[in-house]
C-alpha cells in the first residue's frame, strides 16, 4: 500500500497537487481501519511526508481569519518556519456561544492548503439528566436480583441419580427512587442501539455512591456484546473493538453496601474513542438504599 501511494505521488512532480489523493487511498485501501503491522504503518507515514514535499504543502505562505457570524474571531499566519508551531485553534465559551444557528468562514490570502474541523461541547445543568444521541444510543435498566434456586438431577460418579441445587435468580425491574436493602445484587443492563457499522467505542457507566461491582476482576466478557470490561473506583467501562448495526445489551452486577436516603447514578455514556463526535447517553438514575 505504501510502495503504491509513493508510486502516484512521482505523477505529480514539483509542487503540483494531487486533490483528494491521500483521501481517496484512505478510504479506499483493502483494510478500512487498520496497517497490516508497524512495518506498514511507517512506510505510509514515510509516503505521506513524500507528498508533503511533492505537493509543497510543507511551504505555505498565507494568512488565514476565522469569522463567526460575521466577526473576525481569529488571525493567523502560516509559514514554513512556524508549521507546526503556529496557534491552530480557536475556541469560543460559554456566553459567546449563543443559542440558533451559527454561520463559521474561513478566509485565506496566499498560498496553501487549509484543513479544518469544529467541535461543539456542552453541559447540562437539568435534574435529572435526560438521554441524548443521534447515531448512537444507550438506555440502562436496573434490577434488583431474587434469589430462586431450583434442584436439578444430575448423573452422580457412579451413575446414580443426584439431586443438585443450583444458584438462580429471578430479575425484578427497579423504577426510578425505588429501594434496595443492603447486600442485595443488583444487576444492570445496557442497551445500545446503533444505526450503522462503528469500531473502537467506550461504554462507561458510572456506579451510583456506595454499590460496588460483585465481580472483582477486569477482563473480556463475551455475554451479549463481545467487549474488554474494566471495573474502576468510580465506573465501569466496556471497550468495543466492533458495533454493528442495530440493537445489542451487555449486563454487569453491583452490590449495594452502604445505605442512603438517595444516591444518584449519572448516566451511561457512549462515544468514539477516536470520534468524540459520536456520543450519546442515558437517563439519570436514582436509587434509595434500605439497612438490613
Do not use: C
Not at 494568512?63 to 509559514?79: A, H, M, N, R
Not at 430462586?148 to 438431577?153: G, Q, T
Amino acid at each position: 500500500m505504501a510502495r503504491y501511494l509513493q508510486l502516484l505521488l512521482k505523477v505529480k512532480p514539483n509542487g503540483e497537487t494531487a486533490p483528494g489523493l491521500v483521501k481517496y487511498l484512505l478510504n479506499n485501501r483493502k483494510h478500512g481501519t487498520y496497517w497490516n503491522s508497524t512495518r506498514d504503518t511507517a512506510l505510509v507515514v514515510e509516503a505521506l511526508a513524500d507528498y508533503i514535499a511533492v505537493s509543497g504543502e510543507d511551504k505555505p505562505n498565507m494568512t488565514v481569519e476565522i469569522l463567526v457570524d460575521g466577526t473576525l474571531q481569529k488571525k493567523v499566519s502560516i509559514t514554513p518556519e512556524n508549521l507546526f508551531s503556529f496557534d491552530n485553534a480557536m475556541v469560543l465559551v460559554g456566553d459567546a456561544v449563543k443559542t440558533g444557528a451559527h454561520r463559521i468562514e474561513i478566509r485565506r490570502t496566499g498560498t496553501g492548503p487549509v484543513y479544518f474541523n469544529a467541535y461543539l461541547t456542552n453541559f447540562t445543568k437539568e435534574d435529572p439528566i435526560t438521554a441524548t444521541g443521534l447515531e448512537v444510543k444507550v438506555a440502562r435498566r436496573f434490577y434488583r436480583l431474587e434469589r430462586d434456586d431450583k434442584e436439578v438431577s444430575v448423573q452422580g460418579d457412579r451413575g446414580q441419580v443426584v439431586s443438585q441445587q443450583t444458584a438462580k435468580y429471578k430479575r425484578i425491574p427497579l423504577e426510578n427512587l425505588d429501594s434496595v436493602t443492603s447486600g442485595e445484587l443488583v444487576e444492570v443492563e445496557l442497551i445500545v442501539d446503533s444505526k450503522n457499522d462503528y469500531e473502537y467505542l467506550m461504554l462507561e457507566d458510572r456506579k451510583p455512591s456506595g454499590f460496588e461491582p460483585d465481580d472483582q476482576r477486569s477482563g473480556y466478557v463475551f455475554e451479549g456484546l463481545r467487549a474488554y470490561r474494566e471495573l474502576r473506583d468510580a465506573k465501569v467501562t466496556f471497550f468495543l473493538s466492533t458495533l454493528a448495526r442495530g440493537t445489542h445489551s451487555i449486563s454487569y452486577r453491583l452490590r449495594a453496601e452502604s445505605p442512603s436516603e438517595q444516591v444518584s447514578a449519572l448516566p451511561a455514556i457512549i462515544e468514539g474513542m477516536y470520534a468524540p463526535e459520536l456520543v450519546g447517553n442515558s437517563d439519570e438514575f436514582d436509587l434509595r438504599v434500605r439497612d438490613r
